[in-house]
């Protein structure tokens, strides 16, 4: 089983920046496919981005070159950085243990193994 804790979330003008962590432990993290999606108000989930068992990364076309996906593996976290946020990335974020098949873990963002409890985006002047 693995456990999952996000952390990180927070209030921040548009164009600022957050830095989310994902904190896994359990027998298979480091070994795990690891999502964060998010759920706009009123809205269903959302993928934003997918890093591999060895650190490869999956961007949804909408957050591309603003939000950067990374791991230790040492410590077993998993990291979203959000640059240059908008009002529209406002939502709970989730990170999520997904299975290896891109087509699942791109287009059925509500399918996991294991999720945190999520982190509260708010960006907003």
């Known amino acids: 089983e693995v456990q999952l804790v996000e952390s990180g979330g927070g209030s921040v003008r548009p164009g600022g920046s957050l830095s989310l962590s994902c904190r896994g432990s359990?027998?298979?993290?480091?070994?795990?496919?690891i999502a964060w999606v998010r759920q706009a108000p009123g809205k269903g989930l959302e993928w934003v981005a997918t890093?591999?068992?060895?650190?490869?990364?999956y961007y949804a076309d909408i957050i591309k070159d603003r939000f950067t996906i990374f791991r230790d593996f040492a410590e077993n976290i998993v990291y979203l950085q959000m640059n240059s946020l908008k009002p529209e990335d406002t939502g709970k974020y989730y990170c999520?243990?997904?299975?290896?098949?891109?087509?699942?873990?791109?287009?059925?963002?509500?399918?996991?193994?294991?999720r945190g409890q999520g982190t509260q985006v708010i960006v907003s002047s």
């Open positions: 890093i591999s068992d060895v650190g490869s990364t």
């Open positions: 999520q243990k997904v299975p290896e098949n891109e087509d699942a873990w791109r287009s059925l963002p509500g399918q996991y193994e294991y």
């Open positions: 359990g027998s298979g993290f480091s070994d795990s496919f």
